[in-house]
């Protein structure tokens, strides 16, 4: 069965530092897709980079990327130059099956993350 | 291009009482995932709704039901409601018809209170 862990509950960063979110996911399906989304305090869930099974190089989107470790079943997303915006629930989630949106996404436990000034 | 709608966003029912929820998908979208969002923690999948009919379903019991209309907008309904309903109810709409690498667009929620 396919599962998603995130063990960093919360963390607190220093606004303009890099931040390194922590996402391990197990499945037996060799196609999967890998998603983050940001949660802010709104309740909607705002995606934010999708990084393929398949896909060679890591995923980046804007001041988002995905250090996809395959072999390691990791998948961290990393903000560079963090902003007070940046604070909220940040949730990794997994979809068995690249190229179907039937089947569908579960989701970690999520990590709060609090920028300081 | 309106993103997805739910309604309302707020809700509070009394434990086994009845309510329905509803959701009106991204123009385009024709797939309605339904998720269930307890405090402090990630968001559970209830079922996904396509061709009006239930194409899957999570672990949650029979007293949560769900409907598509033609026109692809959802409804959810919880039967003897419990307290443990207490959460916030996410609604994702998506594409079935393509390959979707951007997986769903969410909603705002509904906040469900039972007291």
């Known amino acids: 069965a396919q599962k998603i862990t995130q063990t960093q509950p919360g963390m607190f960063v220093q606004e303009k530092e890099a931040v390194t979110l922590d996402c391990t996911y197990d499945?037996?399906?060799?196609?999967?897709?890998l998603f983050w989304y940001k949660q802010p305090s709104s309740g909607e869930m705002i995606f934010l980079i999708y990084?393929?099974?398949?896909?060679?190089q890591n995923a980046t989107e804007g001041r988002y990327s995905l250090n996809f470790q395959k072999a390691r079943k990791s998948a961290n997303l990393v903000i560079s130059a963090s902003q007070l915006g940046d604070s909220a629930m940040y949730f990794c989630?997994?979809?068995?099956?690249?190229?179907?949106?039937?089947?569908?996404?579960?989701f970690g436990s999520g990590t709060r993350l609090s920028i300081r000034p | 291009d309106a993103g997805v709608t739910q309604s309302p966003t707020h809700l509070i029912k009394t434990r086994g009482q009845q309510v329905t929820l509803r959701c009106s998908p991204k123009?385009?979208?024709?797939?309605v995932s339904w998720y269930q969002q307890a405090l402090g923690q990630g968001p559970q999948f209830i079922f996904q709704?396509?061709?009006?009919?239930?194409?899957q379903r999570g672990n949650f019991p029979d007293r949560f039901s769900g409907h598509q209309f033609p026109n692809y907008s959802s409804e959810l309904n919880v039967n003897a409601l419990l307290l443990g309903d207490s959460a916030l109810y996410l609604c994702?709409?998506?594409?079935?018809?393509?390959?979707?690498?951007?997986?769903?667009?969410f909603g705002s929620g509904t906040r469900l209170t039972v007291v």
């Open positions: 989630a997994m979809r068995e099956g690249v190229y179907s949106s039937a089947s569908k996404i579960i």
């Open positions: 499945t037996s399906d060799p196609s999967y897709g």
């Open positions: 709704y396509y061709e009006e009919e239930e194409r």
């Open positions: 990084q393929g099974s398949y896909d060679q």
């Open positions: 994702a709409s998506s594409l079935s018809n393509r390959a979707e690498y951007y997986g769903y667009t």
């Open positions: 123009s385009g979208h024709d797939t």
